[in-house]
């Protein structure tokens, strides 16, 4: 099994920067595994969850909302994917969770709020 857990949220005035963290744990094998597909979604008050960013061994991915600002990456050695995050709107608020589609994992979440 693995477990995933985030980081590094927080309250954030417009145009500034966030860096999230996502740890993941567990099994060598299975981490391995996760750390091969894993995405960051959002879920700001009152909508859907959506998907930010995703990396795998082909590449990234992101949402048109996010294209220049935000950019996915992992470092394998630590087990750990981030999400850098600049340029911050209040439309970015929101609950960011990491999540592993290779096994269909979630964390808990961590909350951004971008406001001055």
């Known amino acids: 099994q693995v477990q995933l857990v985030e980081s590094g949220g927080g309250l954030v005035q417009p145009g500034g920067s966030l860096r999230l963290s996502c740890a993941v744990s567990?099994?060598?094998?299975?981490?391995?595994?996760?750390?091969?597909?894993m995405d960051w979604y959002r879920q700001a008050p009152g909508k859907e969850r959506e998907l930010v960013a995703a990396?795998?061994?082909?590449?990234?991915n992101y949402a048109d909302s996010v294209k220049g600002r935000f950019t996915i990456t992992r470092d394998n050695a630590r087990n750990t994917v981030y999400l850098q995050m600049n340029s911050l709107k209040p439309e970015d608020t929101a609950v960011y969770y990491c999540?592993?589609?290779?096994?269909?994992?979630w964390g808990k979440g961590t909350l951004v709020t971008v406001s001055s």
């Open positions: 999540h592993t589609g290779y096994y269909d994992y």
């Open positions: 567990g099994s060598i094998f299975p981490r391995r595994n996760a750390m091969n597909l």
């Open positions: 990396i795998t061994s082909a590449g990234t």
